[in-house]
């Protein structure tokens, strides 16, 4: 026979009503899941994060995760928002190598929405680097960072950040500095409420 406490758990999960996940218009707003509820409410302000490869389709996908939430439900269906990004820690130490200088860059920026947000961007340099070198990297990659940010929308910028195109900007103009494997913004993420 059941106990008190099991059919009470029991109960709860027959009230719930499960919603469909959708993606943000940005990826077409493909159904990317589910997740349940008892009302609508308490759905919003919920995160999901799920690899980038699941809902866009690029050539080369690195292992990237986005982080979407829900800000509204209609017609049985959550909305959700795009607030951010990071890219899966593994990939990171693969593609880090011995005798190879890393050079990270943690900043804050403003787009031209006047969203804030937190970056951090990495330089994998051919080799080994010396630290006058490092610190003109991090001052080049957070002026280039941040005038990019005051060109485009929240939105937007994300987009060229999940793409890799901003990635590949940062790396044309680093290169001036260093022999690079690569750049990679490796983190982004919107800065809300009291954190501002």
Known sequence: MASKKQRSSSDKWKKKKWYKIKAPKEFKEIIIGETPAEKEQQLIGRTVELPISEIAAQKKQ???????????????????KLIGCRFDSGYLRRIVRRRKSKVDTILY??????????????????????????????????????????????ENFMLNVVSGALAQKIFNSVKTI???QRVE????????????
């Open 62 to 80: 690195a292992p990237m995760l986005i982080k979407l939430r829900i800000d509204a439900v209609n017609a049985g269906n959550a909305e959700t």
């Open 109 to 154: 920026v403003e787009t031209a929405d006047n969203k804030k947000m937190k970056l951090t961007t990495t330089a994998i340099c051919a080799s080994k680097t010396n630290k006058k070198k490092e610190t003109e990297i991090r001052k080049l990659v957070a002026k280039e960072m941040a005038e990019e940010a005051k060109k485009e929308t929240f």
């Open 178 to 180: 260093a022999q690079l």
């Open 185 to 196: 913004v490796i983190k982004a993420h919107l800065i809300e409420g009291k954190n501002k």
